[in-house]
């Protein structure tokens, strides 16, 4: 279990418990976070569940893959250093209090 | 009070709707009827990881039950609708309850074509690929060692091929084309996916026409082609196409013609009814289509949202699809209806490469196998109005994030 933060641009925040094994995309669109869509449901095709990771976090989010790696040149809105898509960070004890920032596109 | 706008169909066209909906802060109640004991779930990967038991059933759901009380919208599971009357402005279940609509969203989607009872098509052992339902019969079946014969060498038939061999069962896959994907892909695809199910041990046949389906006390035991060949089967998947749910829409006098017939709004011929994903058919380019996938449902489903809350948007979005089979992740962008010529890109790693499919000059869509920059930054050139040449792209030292950007 990981309680994870979603913070908006606006200001407002959604927290939530997380299920170890679950991916941050799924946890976000069961929580009702906005402007995560995560269309191909996790399998690195849409590239529509973009967070940025607090700078903190990054390590232990996880390497990025090839395949990740490239479909972050797709985002709605333009990658950072700190850019993962949200599919493929999966929960567990280790990312308790994780925050994520959500980009809004425009 | 003012009626709800009722949703038929839930599917990812629905929940995409609902989502937008909600988002955009609309007060106008949603009432989502579906046929289906399921909230709205993702199909995909029924033919590909839930075949396989590599994902849980609760994981399919694109929102937990929950979040549509939540969202007060109000479900109707197991429900059918059988009649719309477009001058009361209801829709009449098939257990003979009216239900009011201000606006109406058909979502009905598309079913699996089946084969004629005639020649052995209602035999137990005999599926077809849609549904969680659909699955849930069938997985039983999925044990090391039988044969599964698969009548169809699409994307269902060729994704359910894949997942029979990584469990252990002789599959045969029988094709009446002269090459599998022909509908949908060009030949050097074909080529590309015939030698990867060779290479795990399908036995492939193309340019081969069943006659029936075989019989052992009203379970099906094989197959006779129209050659006389026979080929023995435990279970047979028959995967050849889908047909539109458009019938009710049709028997209440919408325009419909391979689908329900909708403008670049997504509005039918009435207008306070929409249809949006596989049940409806669009003008793309100039051209009448019907598309069967995610984004398409779940784009216009997102449009139709937006359309209802005042904006003034058309469809517009470039389509995009995927299959997975084995080690092979396949990405698709744009349409190649029309194509002239395919120019072949090769990969940077064995069993990667893509096909990039022209009109002329003209750029028209990609298949990428293993290849996701050719599929993230063609796309962009797709986007973008680019059309590289054919030696640009043939050209493995093209840098194409630099076409894409440039």
């Given at each position: 279990?990981?309680?994870?933060?979603?913070?908006?641009?606006?200001?407002?925040?959604?927290?939530?418990?997380?299920?170890?094994?679950?991916?941050?995309?799924?946890?976000?669109?069961?929580?009702?976070?906005?402007?995560?869509?995560?269309?191909?449901g996790?399998?690195l095709?849409?590239?529509?569940?973009?967070?940025?990771?607090?700078?903190?976090?990054?390590?232990?989010?996880?390497?990025?893959?090839?395949?990740?790696?490239?479909?972050?040149?797709?985002?709605?809105?333009?990658?950072?250093?700190?850019?993962r898509?949200?599919?493929?960070?999966?929960?567990?004890?280790?990312?308790?209090?994780?925050?994520?920032?959500?980009?809004e596109?425009? | 009070?003012?009626a709800?706008?009722?949703i038929?169909?839930?599917?990812?066209?629905?929940?995409?709707?609902?989502?937008?909906?909600?988002?955009?802060?609309?007060?106008?109640?949603?009432?989502?009827?579906?046929?289906?004991?399921?909230?709205?779930?993702?199909?995909?990967?029924?033919?590909?990881?839930?075949?396989?038991?590599?994902?849980?059933?609760?994981?399919?759901?694109?929102?937990?039950?929950?979040?549509?009380?939540?969202?007060?919208?109000?479900?109707?599971?197991d429900?059918?609708?059988?009649?719309?009357?477009?001058?009361?402005?209801?829709?009449?279940?098939?257990?003979?309850?009216?239900?009011?609509?201000?606006?109406?969203?058909?979502?009905?989607?598309?079913?699996?074509?089946?084969?004629?009872?005639?020649i052995?098509?209602?035999?137990?052992?005999?599926?077809?690929?849609?549904?969680?339902?659909?699955?849930?019969?069938?997985?039983?079946?999925?044990?090391?060692?039988?044969?599964?014969?698969?009548?169809?060498?699409?994307?269902?038939?060729?994704?359910?091929?894949?997942?029979?061999?990584?469990?252990?069962?002789e599959?045969?896959?029988l094709?009446?084309?002269?090459?599998?994907?022909?509908?949908?892909?060009?030949?050097?695809?074909?080529d590309?996916?015939?030698?990867?199910?060779?290479?795990?041990?399908v036995?492939?046949?193309?340019?081969?026409?069943?006659?029936?389906?075989?019989?052992?006390?009203?379970?099906?035991?094989?197959?006779?082609?129209e050659?006389?060949?026979?080929?023995?089967?435990d279970?047979?998947?028959?995967?050849?196409?889908?047909?539109?749910?458009?019938?009710?829409?049709?028997?209440?006098?919408?325009?419909?013609a391979?689908?329900?017939?909708?403008?670049?709004?997504?509005?039918?011929?009435?207008?306070?009814?929409?249809?949006?994903?596989?049940?409806?058919?669009?003008?793309?380019?100039?051209?009448h289509?019907?598309?069967?996938?995610?984004?398409?449902?779940?784009?216009?489903?997102?449009?139709?949202?937006?359309?209802?809350?005042g904006?003034?948007?058309?469809?517009?979005?470039?389509p995009?699809?995927?299959?997975d089979?084995?080690?092979?992740?396949?990405?698709?962008?744009?349409?190649?209806?029309?194509?002239?010529?395919?120019?072949?890109?090769?990969?940077?790693?064995?069993?990667?490469?893509?096909i990039?499919?022209?009109?002329?000059?003209?750029?028209?869509?990609?298949?990428?196998?293993?290849?996701?920059?050719?599929?993230a930054?063609g796309?962009?050139i797709?986007e973008?109005?680019?059309?590289?040449?054919?030696?640009?792209?043939?050209?493995?030292?093209?840098?194409?994030?630099?076409?894409?950007?440039?």
């Open positions: 279990m990981a309680n994870i933060t979603w913070k908006m641009e606006d200001g407002s925040e959604i927290s939530a418990d997380v299920k170890d094994g679950l991916n941050l995309m799924e946890a976000a669109t069961a929580n009702n976070v906005p402007h995560i869509e995560g269309e191909c996790g399998c095709s849409c590239a529509t569940c973009h967070v940025f990771v607090a700078p903190e976090w990054l390590a232990k989010t996880g390497e990025i893959d090839d395949i990740e790696d490239t479909m972050l040149e797709m985002t709605d809105v333009e990658r950072e250093d700190n850019s898509l949200s599919c493929q960070i999966i929960a567990s004890a280790e990312l308790d209090g994780l925050v994520l920032h959500v980009p596109p425009e | 009070m003012t709800p706008i009722v038929v169909g839930a599917g990812q066209a629905a929940a995409s709707f609902i989502s937008r909906h909600v988002a955009l802060g609309s007060e106008q109640p949603l009432l989502l009827v579906g046929e289906e004991s399921h909230p709205p779930y993702q199909r995909p990967p029924l033919s590909k990881k839930y075949l396989l038991g590599e994902l849980e059933r609760e994981r399919l759901f694109i929102r937990p039950l929950q979040w549509y009380a939540d969202q007060a919208v109000e479900l109707r599971l429900t059918r609708i059988d009649t719309i009357d477009r001058e009361r402005r209801q829709v009449i279940s098939s257990n003979g309850e009216s239900i009011d609509y201000d606006k109406l969203l058909l979502c009905t989607g598309s079913r699996a074509r089946t084969l004629p009872a005639e052995g098509g209602s035999l137990d052992g005999v599926f077809t690929l849609r549904s969680i339902d659909d699955i849930d019969r069938m997985s039983p079946e999925f044990q090391a060692g039988r044969k599964l014969l698969i009548v169809g060498g699409g994307y269902i038939g060729l994704e359910a091929a894949a997942v029979g061999r990584k469990l252990g069962l599959v045969t896959v094709e009446m084309a002269d090459r599998i994907l022909q509908r949908v892909a060009a030949a050097a695809t074909s590309y996916f015939r030698d990867l199910h060779c290479a795990h041990g036995s492939l046949h193309e340019s081969t026409r069943l006659a029936r389906l075989l019989s052992d006390g009203g379970k099906v035991c094989g197959a006779e082609l050659s006389g060949d026979i080929i023995d089967a279970l047979v998947l028959v995967g050849i196409g889908s047909i539109p749910n458009n019938e009710i829409a049709q028997a209440a006098g919408l325009d419909c391979n689908g329900i017939s909708v403008s670049e709004t997504c509005q039918t011929s009435d207008a306070h009814i929409y249809a949006a994903g596989d049940c409806c058919n669009f003008v793309r380019n100039e051209q289509i019907r598309l069967e996938s995610v984004q398409n449902a779940a784009d216009q489903g997102d449009l139709i949202a937006r359309v209802l809350a904006e003034k948007v058309t469809y517009t979005a470039l995009w699809f995927w299959s089979q084995y080690d092979c992740k396949l990405q698709i962008v744009g349409l190649n209806h029309g194509y002239s010529q395919t120019v072949l890109r090769p990969g940077v790693n064995p069993g990667s490469q893509s990039w499919y022209y009109r002329d000059q003209q750029l028209l869509a990609i298949d990428a196998m293993n290849e996701p920059k050719s599929y930054f796309r962009k797709i973008a109005g680019k059309h590289p040449t054919a030696e640009e792209v043939a050209d493995p030292s093209t840098d194409l994030k630099a076409l894409a950007m440039g």
